[in-house]
């Protein structure tokens, strides 16, 4: 996970305010991806989707925002079921309500939180910053499921071709 984003004045002014609750610090208790908290998770998806959205003209505010409450939920999705649905439908509409109860959401941040499983589930994004979390969500998933096996490939490419670590 990158750290550029504590650096990053203006994406720190759109969610400092959420990082601060418990809330959200509550996500750091929870694997998300093998390799990552769902703390973690969140704020790679937020700040890798408010970097996108600056450079398409998107609004860089609520995808910063809605990226960092996209899996705000308090369980362990691998083993809880629901009687409602599967957990890429359920999650996305907890996140919400939980959201909720620490700030307000426009329409276009709850689209985002509400659609981020799309592919999974079947209802469209309405927005481009929806398809963004949405794109985001998978990659850094991917990425952080695939990071421990990928260093260890690199470490043993290195060894068996003489290169110095350059990881």
């Not at 408010?50 to 910063?64: I, Q």
């Not at 309500?97 to 209802?123: F, Q, R, V």
């Amino acid at each position: 996970m990158t750290e550029n984003w504590r650096k990053d004045s203006e994406y720190m002014s759109y969610v400092a305010d959420l990082l601060a609750t418990p809330e959200v610090q509550k996500l750091s208790q929870y694997k998300q991806h093998v390799n990552s908290t769902r703390l973690e998770h969140s704020i790679s998806v937020s700040y890798y989707s408010y970097k996108l959205a600056k450079k398409w003209g998107a609004n860089a505010k609520a995808t910063a925002r809605a990226g960092l409450l996209h899996d705000l939920f308090y369980y362990d999705w691998r083993t809880t079921k629901f009687d409602e649905g599967s957990h890429a439908y359920m999650h996305p509409r907890i996140a919400i309500k939980n959201a909720e109860k620490i700030t307000e959401l426009s329409p276009l941040e709850k689209d985002i939180i509400l659609k981020h499983m799309w592919g999974a589930t079947i209802a469209p994004p309405k927005y481009k910053e929806s398809y963004i979390v949405t794109m985001v969500d998978k990659y850094c998933a991917i990425k952080e499921a695939s990071e421990p096996m990928t260093k260890s490939m690199r470490l043993r490419f290195n060894h068996l071709f003489g290169r110095k670590n350059s990881i």
